[in-house]
């Protein structure tokens, strides 16, 4: 049961015994006066009046006055209106006086007054007493653990940045306090988890992407070589090369997407490197013999990742393969504190209405959509020169051109 419901429901019961008590105050009577005991009393003043010996002092519950006082009227109609019992003292049968007996009335009145304020108070400093006594223990005990239930409901939600506070007066600080150290522990093996998933999923993606680039050249290598062998029994083993590199190439490929749309980016990381490593990527990609550099590569030092630069290489020649089968030129520049590179195709290049589309994910055009792909080498290579400090463009010019733009030191 609450808190509220137990104080409610004692205050109720106090508030009805306060009532019942005041209904049977209402109800007594305190007992009457004794008629015989008032006439023998009378019968004694008048005696000690003929005597002349009455004495005030002596006169114990009664109130003697005489005609002949002063206030005699007046202490008369003040015992009537009061209700006082009033009797004729007489001597030889005329009225000398009168004795009065005060109203029994007014003292039980007086009475029930002192009593009711009496049990008034001490029902009030009871009432009191219990709620400050509820206060302690709402404060001390019930609060605290009301402050758990919010903090556990919290926690059950996930949200592990809801702090537990503690008060210096809580006389649960080290419970509470182990629950606040147990959320940070969560916390951190939260954190720790979303890391190690998000690193496996990196290495799947980057390791997937890696991957793909010798793959292709196994392709590019067994289509050379169906081109100059004649033998059946190689060309046929070749074929069944080419068919597996393949089928490794749409795994991969499955498998990079699943894991990139989970991620924001792959890992790059750029470093100062001599521009002389750029020639070496475009030997090895040049499996047709259609590359042709234009110049040699101005000597400087760049900002790049070796790895992804390399990757944006790849990813942009082997478009020229697949959709142009061209000749591709390379021409290189160094021009306002960035390393040029124009890769330049002269097929039929893209739509005027796709260019501004073609570094979108998954982005394929028209001219290209019978031909195998994913739509992402754009992409990719966009991310990571974005992320080497540099950037890249394309256009048609007689073909299909693209410039990256490498950051210089």
């Known amino acids: 049961m609450k808190i509220r419901k137990i104080t409610g429901l004692v205050t109720l019961i106090l508030i009805i015994g306060y009532g019942i008590f005041l209904y049977f105050i209402s109800l007594t009577n305190a007992e009457t006066i004794d008629l015989g005991e008032i006439n023998d009393t009378v019968k004694k003043v008048e005696a000690a009046y003929l005597d002349k010996t009455i004495n005030p002092e002596n006169m114990d519950g009664y109130e003697v006055v005489f005609i002949s006082d002063s206030d005699y009227q007046a202490k008369s109609n003040s015992a009537i209106l009061n209700n006082c019992i009033v009797m004729d003292l007489r001597s030889a049968n ?53 402050s758990m239930k919010i903090f556990a409901a919290k926690v059950a939600e996930g949200d592990l940045d809801f702090r537990l506070g ?26 720790g988890e979303y890391q190690a998933n998000l690193s ?23 289509e050379i070589m169906e081109i100059k062998l004649k033998d059946d029994s190689n060309l046929k083993k070749i074929n069944i090369i080419y068919h597996k ?9 499955d498998m990079f997407h699943a894991t ?6 792959l890992k790059i990381v750029p470093s100062e490197e001599l521009s002389s490593i750029i020639s070496p990527m475009f030997q090895e990609i040049n499996h047709f013999g259609y ?3 234009s110049n040699e590569i101005p000597d400087c030092m760049m900002i790049c990742d070796k790895l ?25 520049y160094l021009e306002y504190g960035y390393l040029t590179i124009v890769i330049r195709d002269f097929g039929e290049g893209v739509e005027d209405t796709e260019l501004p589309m073609v570094f ?34 394309c256009f048609n010019d007689h073909g299909f051109v693209v410039s990256l733009h490498i950051k210089i030191v």
């Open 291 to 293: 590359v042709e550099l």
């Open 200 to 222: 496996k999923k990196e290495l799947v993606a980057s390791l997937s992407h890696d991957i793909k680039t010798p793959v292709a050249t196994i392709k590019a290598l067994c």
């Open 94 to 146: 005329q009225i000398v006086g009168k004795v009065i007996f005060p109203s029994q009335n007014n003292r039980e009145a007086q009475l029930k007054s002192q009593i009711i304020i009496i049990v008034t108070v001490t029902f009030v400093g009871i009432l009191l007493l219990f709620y400050g006594i509820v206060l302690m223990i709402y404060s001390k005990v019930l609060k605290p653990f009301q």
């Open 260 to 265: 990139l749309e989970e991620l924001l980016m």
């Open 245 to 253: 590199a393949d089928m490794i190439d749409v795994l991969i490929s």
């Open 166 to 191: 503690m008060d210096k007066d809580n006389n649960f600080g080290a419970f509470t306090e182990s629950f606040d150290l147990m959320r940070e522990e969560l916390k951190h093996a939260r954190q």
């Open 360 to 393: 979108e994910k998954y982005f394929r055009g028209k001219k290209v959509m019978k031909k195998e792909g994913s739509g992402l080498g754009l992409y990719l290579a966009k991310l990571f020169m974005e992320g080497m400090q540099g950037s890249i463009e």
């Open 308 to 332: 992804r630069l390399g990757q944006v290489i790849d990813n942009v020649i082997n478009n020229s393969y697949k959709y142009a089968g061209t000749k591709i030129m390379v021409h290189s």
